[in-house]
């Protein structure tokens, strides 16, 4: 009977198991929309500013700024965004990978921004180095907090601590597959501000006020922000993917392992139930043949028994 | 009275889509208004006060922070941070904010902190003088 019991235990917790990883999935997928809704609403300004900028910077005779001109790259700096969790497939493991080939190309001249608690431990146990001052949750992404993460980058970048700075984080290929993106922020320089424009929606006469210099200077920490931004909300988007796939996997196992239970569960009830009947007719059997033994004849009762 | 198409775009939002016979915009050195039929030009927005006139003669106001303005081809497009209408400003909550910012320059953290504390502080002014000049005496 205790396995009965112990069966019944098992029973039970797969049982809370699967409440909780559906309670995650049905969270994950809540948490999407409404990231995405956020995003959308930035859309025009962020969309607009950066066709600006392109705009400005190739109509514009020259541009005196450090943000717009390559220069020699001696230590690289890395935006990576992870999850605050695990539980999400592969998705960590992927980018934490393309985080390392990027080490591997400068080995100790790479400077990394870790955004989530995952990255950070990974990155601790590794004995890499990392930003410790830099401090940010992959929940929630706000637009606040890319303004402070856009800040902070163009600050180091323009101090010279780093001399490029690169986004690597995870983008919904489709519905279901996520990619993971190496991105170059900055410097913007000229060959990417022609990709996918035409020719004659870019080039145009304006005339600047005061400077297009202080125009680019002014609207660039705008589209720093809003990149970040962007990338936040594909990676937080990436990640609720993978922990709802995750989740929605742990479910159907779930369900296997409880009907697996379930049948064992019933197999041994029923033979505990056999077991009981056989016992209870053995003694009523044992009784009838006392009883017998009373009245018959001593030398005939093995073969009434029998 | 001409009109020309304007699209003013906030970063969380669009702030106003529509006609417009008139805008004005706080720049560098004063007010930079731009009618129908402009030159092709961009300007740098200051934070300050924006104005403008509609197709129907209407005249609306709002605090705005750092941005662009683009005339292209007839078509005026502005770009700011954030763009806020009179009655959409709590003054309470814009004058405590101004008393942080000016608390938070005093402080001078770091240069990062000094420019964030600034820029909050010329938002916050903005909204205070757009509540004073033309708030609806709230």
Redesign the interface.
């Known amino acids: 009977m205790g396995n009965v019991k112990e069966l019944k235990n098992r029973i039970t917790s797969v049982r809370n198991t699967r409440k909780i990883t559906n309670a995650m999935y049905l969270i994950s997928s809540a948490k999407l929309r409404k990231a995405r809704e ?1 995003l959308e ?2 859309r ?3 969309e ?2 950066e066709t ?1 900028i392109r705009k ?1 910077f190739l109509s514009a005779a020259r541009v005196d700024s450090e943000f717009f001109h390559w220069r020699p790259v001696e230590t690289s700096g890395c935006l990576v965004i992870t999850a605050d969790r695990g539980l999400a497939g592969a998705y960590n493991h992927n980018v934490l990978k393309a985080a390392e080939a990027e080490i591997a190309k400068r080995p100790g001249a790479v400077r990394l921004y870790v955004v989530g608690e995952y990255g950070r431990r990974y990155f601790k146990k590794h004995k890499t180095p990392y930003e410790g001052a830099f401090f940010y949750t992959a929940q929630d992404p706000t ?1 606040r907090g890319a303004r402070e993460i856009g ?2 980058l163009l ?1 180091d970048y323009s101090a010279g601590y780093v001399d490029e700075i690169r986004v690597i984080y995870s983008d919904m290929e489709n519905d279901v597959e996520s990619v993971v993106r190496n991105v170059r922020l900055l410097p913007f320089t000229e060959d990417m501000m022609e990709d996918g424009f035409e020719e004659d929606e870019l080039y ?7 400077s ?1 210099t ?2 680019l200077e ?2 660039l920490p ?1 589209y720093v ?2 990149f970040i931004y962007g990338a936040l909300v594909d990676s937080f988007s990436a990640e609720q993917n993978a922990r709802m796939n995750a989740m929605s996997n742990a479910n159907r196992n779930a369900e296997e392992l409880l009907g697996d239970l379930q049948i064992e569960y019933n197999r041994m009830r029923q033979a505990a139930i056999t077991q009981e009947i056989t016992e209870v007719s053995a003694g009523a059997k044992a009784q009838r043949r006392k009883r017998k033994k009373k009245t018959a004849d001593p030398a005939d009762s093995t073969l009434v028994s029998l | 009275m001409n009109t020309f198409p304007l699209r003013i ?6 702030f106003f889509e529509g006609d417009a016979q008139s805008v004005t915009i706080p ?2 050195d004063g007010e ?1 208004a731009v009618l129908a039929a402009h ?6 927005v200051e934070p300050g006060i924006l104005h403008y006139v509609t197709d129907e003669g209407e005249l609306f106001y709002a605090s705005v922070s ?3 303005l ?1 005339v ?1 081809d007839g078509d005026v ?1 502005v ?1 700011v ?1 954030t763009a806020e209408r009179p009655e959409e400003i709590d003054e309470e909550r814009a004058r405590r904010k101004e008393e942080e910012a000016r608390e938070e320059m005093r402080a001078q953290k770091s ?2 902190d000094f420019y ?1 504390a600034e820029a909050m502080l010329r938002r916050e002014l903005a909204r205070l003088k757009l509540l004073k000049d033309h708030g609806n005496n709230l």
């Open positions: 956020e609403k930035t025009p300004y962020f607009n500013t600006e400005i637009l800040m902070r600050e145009r006469e304006y005339r600047f006020e005061p297009a202080v125009l002014r609207m705008s922000n809003g | 775009y906030e970063s969380d939002g669009i720049a560098e930079y030159e092709n030009t961009v300007v740098a750092n941005g662009m683009r292209e497009l770009l941070e240069r990062r964030l």
